[in-house]
T-cell receptor, first 114, second 105 residues
Framework: NAGVTQTPKFQVLKTGQSMTLQCAQD?????MSWYRQDPGMGLRLIHY???????DQGEVPNGYNVSRSTTEDFPLRLLSAAPSQTSVYFC?????????????FGDGTRLSIL | KNEVEQSPQNLTAQEGEFITINCSYS?????LHWLQQHPGGGIVSLFM???GKKKHGRLIATINIQEKHSSLHITASHPRDSAVYIC???????FGTGTSLTVIP
C-alpha cells in the first residue's frame, strides 16, 4: 500500500522560481489537503479539496495554487517562490474530510527558498 | 490566539516512566485526533476520540468534552516513543504546536 506519496522529498529554489509539489493517493479518498509546518507553529492548512474539480482555500493560501483534476492527484504550485515559503509541506487525505475521519499523511517535502 | 494548546512543549523522561501530554482547545468539536511525528517527518494518526477513553498498546487517550481537554498517556515509556505528539481538532483544521518527547534509556 503506497498510501499518500509526495515528491520531491527535498527541494532548494531561488526566490522568484516556480515549482510544483506533487501529491498522489491510492486509497480513493475524496478529501485531500496541503499543510505547511513551521518551527513553533502547528500545521497550517494551505488548500484543500473535497473531490475532483473542487478546491478551496485554507488558512494560509497566498502564494499557492492547487488543482484537482483527478481523485488521485492534488499538486501544489508555488507561483513565485519567496523566502517566507521555506517550510516543510505535508499532503494528507481522508475518506470524505469529515471530522471523524483519520487523515493519512505523506512523508513531507522540505523546501528551502534562497 | 491558538485554538489548540498543548503542554508541555518539551518533555524528557527516563525509560519506564509514565508520561502525560495535555491538549486544551477552544472550539466546539466532534472529534479530536492525536498524531505522532517521528524524526524525519512522517506523521501517523494514533487516536481519534469523540468521548471517553481509547487504549492502543501502551498508549491511552482520554477526552473531556465539557472541559475541552484531552490527555495522551504513555505507560512504561521506551526510547522508541521519542517523537513529536500533535493534537488536532475540528476535522484537523486546527493543530497544536506539538509536544517533543525524548525518552532516555
Amino acid at each position: 500500500n503506497a498510501g499518500v506519496t509526495q515528491t520531491p522529498k527535498f527541494q532548494v529554489l531561488k526566490t522568484g522560481q516556480s515549482m510544483t509539489l506533487q501529491c498522489a493517493q491510492d486509497m480513493n479518498h475524496e478529501y485531500m489537503s496541503w499543510y505547511r509546518q513551521d518551527p513553533g507553529m502547528g500545521l497550517r492548512l494551505i488548500h484543500y479539496s473535497v473531490g475532483a474539480g473542487i478546491t478551496d482555500q485554507g488558512e494560509v493560501p497566498n502564494g499557492y495554487n492547487v488543482s484537482r483534476s483527478t481523485t488521485e492527484d492534488f499538486p501544489l504550485r508555488l507561483l513565485s517562490a519567496a523566502p517566507s515559503q521555506t517550510s516543510v509541506y505535508f499532503c494528507a487525505s481522508s475518506y470524505d474530510g469529515g471530522p471523524n475521519q483519520p487523515q493519512h499523511f505523506g512523508d513531507g517535502t522540505r523546501l528551502s527558498i534562497l | 490566539k491558538n485554538e489548540v494548546e498543548q503542554s508541555p512543549q518539551n518533555l524528557t523522561a527516563q525509560e519506564g516512566e509514565f508520561i502525560t501530554i495535555n491538549c486544551s482547545y477552544s472550539v466546539g468539536i466532534s472529534a479530536l485526533h492525536w498524531l505522532q511525528q517521528h524524526p524525519g517527518g512522517g506523521i501517523v494518526s494514533l487516536f481519534m476520540l469523540s468521548s471517553g477513553k481509547k487504549k492502543h498498546g501502551r498508549l491511552i487517550a482520554t477526552i473531556n468534552i465539557q472541559e475541552k481537554h484531552s490527555s495522551l498517556h504513555i505507560t512504561a515509556s521506551h526510547p522508541r516513543d521519542s517523537a513529536v505528539y500533535i493534537c488536532a481538532v475540528q476535522g484537523q483544521f486546527y493543530f497544536g504546536t506539538g509536544t517533543s518527547l525524548t525518552v532516555i534509556p
